[in-house]
């Protein structure tokens, strides 16, 4: 047996992976464990987490793989802070505390974190080559081109090549600080959310904005070849040397300085997603295209935190080369930790891999699962109303009907979902067909804007009656942005044309209006027999009453707080929310039957630790 242990951290999003064998045995982020969101810190709750899981001993473990290597990161910084100096200073000092203390201590860091009970090497795997392998190891196809995008690793910031059986290569790459991840992250920063985690907001609010700033971006903020790449033209940036994303000039050529936090969003914010958008799609679609015409090859794979774009990764595959498209779920730093694992098991160590059809992710769901007696416990401990089922078809059956009547559910199965998004095992359902659903799912559970829509899951074998996708195209991990169909749209009535911006969400535009975006996309999760049988047996129930296979999947928290992990966690979230009913397993508590209640003010405070993205 050989088990190899994966870890990222120190950026954001820190993780840690296990591979046994080949196998992914589990992976976890920090922030589920720590309650902090994209927490950095090093993942000791994640490593202690999978090395439980396995039972194993950090004497166990044959190899430990850190997703990057630190001193060539440390030289970017050292490099690019000399090239501005003096100027940047006060970033850089910023930046030296962490690394004085930690990264450039790594060894230090992991074996105590092993409780220094690790008695091997530790390995570094680069960045690049760690998210490579997470998309491609871990996929479906025998060969693939490869293509990872990210803000920047330690000085590649895009990549691509080729894998095939059980190696990869990377042939090319974009360096820092041309960077699409940074570009996307500017117009983030510039728009008034926050870097690294608003960047999906800025997504959200694309449709409702039309794309006038696009040839702005691209005649002055860079020079974008045929081919896909492309330089930035650094006097409108101020990431290599500032404390800020975008400069005074970036500023003045949008006509205002950046956007404050929480502050009203406008059409003018509207029409600059719009348009950062339609570059970035631009640009993948131009370096997909250039990777076919290079490597020859039907499939590709993606990872990076840029592959977390899905309306990018949609267009791609409708409008792109390739015939299949798979996308490591944790396509971000998370991901690394599982990447590097895998890539000291094939690339390293020369072990086989043979891709039979589905991908080696499991579902994704990597995480830890919580028994009975767990559960029980935590409910008793809360003295909490609750019933329980004796079979999954009973629970399956009851849950269906409080869905087609319109309840809001917290949805806790089986292992934790890896990569940030919940794909059915801490989800929180509801009814697609309502059309208030959207508005209270937002305002009365998630307290958020209202501009976001809502994902949709669709029972596998429907996938292409609702959505305009292939019959049986798989979206397991909902990282593909499609239109509804045509034949489920529905005319917008006459007093529609008066209304503006984020009202635009309130009309009714397809037969499951609470998951149709204003221009009639919405991002799809598909959901089979194989990877997710009980979700799947609900879905099946509903759409037996209702004749809709489609229901409304969000992660199970309120804003910026890290998806639920334990059955505390997720009565915590129930009863600080309008949430109506939880399951716990075949557990079910009705919030109506719960005699404890809590008061607005312990509501409120438990909020105020979750700001907005
Ligand atoms: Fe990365």
């Known amino acids: 047996m050989t088990a190899i242990l994966g870890i990222s951290a ?228 101020n990431f290599c040397q500032g404390l800020t994303m975008t400069s005074r000039k970036f500023d003045k050529l949008f006509g205002g300085p950046p956007g404050k936090p929480e502050s009203q969003v406008g059409q003018r914010e509207m029409d600059l997603a719009a348009s950062v958008q339609s570059v970035t799609e631009e640009i993948m679609l131009r370096m997909a295209n250039h990777l076919q015409e290079k490597t020859g090859m039907k499939h590709l794979v993606l990872a990076g935190g840029v592959a977390l774009n899905c309306v990018g990764n949609g267009r791609i595959l409708r409008e792109g080369p390739f015939e299949k498209l798979w996308i490591q779920p944790a396509a971000g730093d998370a991901g690394g930790a599982l990447g590097t694992a895998l890539f000291i098991w094939h690339q390293l160590l020369d072990r086989p891999r043979n891709p039979q059809g589905k991908d080696k992710q499991k579902g994704s769901l990597l995480g830890p699962q919580f028994d009975d007696d767990q559960i029980l416990k935590t409910l008793s401990e809360h003295e909490a109303v609750f019933s329980s089922c004796d079979s999954d078809d009973e629970l399956c059956e009851q849950i269906a009907d409080l869905i087609a009547q319109e309840k809001v559910i917290g949805w806790f199965q089986g292992r934790m979902e890896f990569g940030p998004r919940a794909l059915g095992a801490r989800s929180i359902l509801g009814d697609a067909r309502s059309t208030k659903m959207q508005s209270v799912m937002n305002l009365k559970i998630k307290f958020r804007e209202s501009f976001r829509p809502f994902a949709p899951i669709v029972l596998q074998e429907y996938v292409d009656h609702y959505f305009e996708m292939r019959p049986y195209e798989e979206s397991p ?119 404890k209640q809590l008061s607005d003010v312990d509501r409120q405070e438990h909020l105020a630790q979750f700001k907005l993205d």
């Open 477 to 595: 991990y909902m990282l593909l942005v499609a239109p509804v169909r045509k034949e489920i749209r529905r005319q917008l009535g006459s007093d529609y044309d008066g209304s503006f911006g984020i009202d635009k969400l309130n009309y009714c535009r397809s037969s499951i209006p609470a998951v149709t975006h204003v221009d009639y996309s919405a991002r799809v999760q598909t959901v089979d027999k194989d990877r997710n049988p009980l979700l799947h047996l609900l879905m099946t129930r509903f759409h037996e009453k209702t004749g809709c296979p489609v229901l409304i999947n969000t992660s199970f928290n309120v804003r910026s707080e890290p998806i639920v992990c334990s059955p505390e966690d997720a009565y915590r979230c129930f009863m600080m929310t309008d949430m109506d009913v939880l399951v716990l397993g075949r557990h079910v508590l009705l919030k109506e039957e719960q005699e």
């Open 10 to 237: 120190f950026y954001h999003d820190s993780a840690a992976a296990l591979v046994i064998d080949g196998e992914i045995v589990a992976a976890a982020q920090e922030e589920r464990f720590t309650r902090k969101k994209h927490d950095f810190r090093f993942p000791q709750q994640a490593v202690d987490y999978c090395l439980e899981e396995a039972g194993l001993d950090p004497e166990d473990l044959d190899f430990v793989g850190f997703y990057d290597k630190s001193l060539t990161k440390f030289e970017r910084l050292l490099e690019t802070y000399l090239a501005f100096a003096p100027a940047g200073y006060a970033s850089f000092r910023r930046a030296m505390p962490l690394w004085l203390k930690q990264k450039l201590h790594l060894p230090r860091e992991m074996s105590h974190g092993l409780h220094e009970r690790y008695p091997g090497r530790f390995v570094f795997t680069d960045h690049h080559e760690s998210h490579a392998a997470s998309a491609f190891f871990a996929s479906p196809f025998d060969e693939a081109a490869i293509l990872t995008l990210d803000g920047v690793g330690e000085w590649s910031t895009t990549c691509y090549g080729v894998g095939r059986g059980n190696k990869l290569e990377l042939t090319h790459e974009l360096r820092f600080p041309h960077s699409l991840g940074l570009l996307y992250s500017a117009f983030t920063y510039y728009i008034g959310f926050r870097v690294n985690s608003g960047e999906y907001k800025v997504m959200g609010l694309a449709p409702y904005g039309k794309p006038i700033f696009r040839k702005r971006i691209l005649d002055n903020l860079m020079d974008l070849k045929a081919d896909g790449s492309f330089r930035m033209d650094m006097s409108y940036f």
